[in-house]
């Protein structure tokens, strides 16, 4: 069954603490984005990367950092440096080349802080 | 730079009644724009795209968009409203200096009362 898979579906955040969101595709995407949430807000980019082990901040990447190691995978850290993290995380993907343009979303995470 | 403005935090109709999103873009370059739909506590779905082809774009469940572009617009319509038609609409244009992210209006949500 193909398609994007984020975990957890809820996630609580400590102070101080640093807490991993997880994004993973089967749809053999090569470009992969975070967009943060917010009510009233839109969606903003943190971060996205076009191929395996390189990536590019978005607009709001303070106090996140990601990794791609694996073309499938694109977790997202929120690190204690995020002051105001609470907010709904969203994983898209896009296939490159060919004209196509349309990102796909995964289901989203919420992320609260305790 | 590129932005996107929706017109209207909020729009309420009947059931059966026109129904009106507006989106209004900025671009210097000929721009792709994406209609989104969201349900409470989920990601986005695609509802249509405009990608320098035909100009009236149709999509899902009876959507359709016209891109003007000596008004700088891309609303959102659909003739009959229907119950399932609640939930919030994101429009968005591609962003060519961030790897092709979206850029998003802050949404409108749509009430349907019957």
């Known amino acids: 069954d193909g398609g994007i898979t984020q975990s957890p579906k809820y996630l609580f955040r400590k102070e101080g603490q640093n807490v991993t969101l997880s994004c993973e595709q089967n749809l053999n995407h090569d470009a992969m984005y975070w967009y943060r949430q917010d009510p009233g807000q839109g969606l903003r980019l943190i971060y996205y990367?076009?191929?395996?082990?390189?990536?590019q901040k978005g607009d709001i990447a303070e106090g996140y950092s990601v990794s791609r190691e694996k073309k499938e995978s694109f977790p997202l850290t929120v690190t204690s440096a995020q002051k105001n993290p609470t907010a709904f995380y969203l994983c898209?993907?896009?296939?490159?080349?060919?004209?196509?343009?349309?990102?796909?979303f995964g289901p989203g995470t919420r992320l609260l802080v305790l | 730079a590129q932005s996107v403005t929706q017109l209207g935090s909020h729009v309420s109709v009947s059931e059966g009644a026109l129904v009106l999103l507006r989106c209004n873009y900025s671009s210097s370059v000929p721009p792709y724009l994406f209609w989104y739909v969201q349900y409470p506590n989920q990601g986005l779905q695609l509802l249509l795209k405009y990608t320098s082809a035909a100009t009236l774009v149709k999509g899902i469940n009876g959507f359709e968009a016209e891109f003007k572009k000596s008004e700088t617009s891309f609303h959102l319509t659909k003739p009959s409203a229907h119950m399932s038609d609640a939930a919030e609409y994101f429009c968005?244009?591609?962003?060519?200096?961030?790897?092709?992210?979206?850029?998003f209006g802050k949404g409108t949500t749509l009430s349907v009362s019957s």
């Open positions: 968005a244009v591609s962003d060519y200096q961030a790897g092709t992210a979206l850029i």
């Open positions: 990367s076009q191929i395996v082990n390189d990536f």
């Open positions: 898209a993907t896009k296939p490159l080349g060919g004209g196509q343009e349309t990102q796909y």
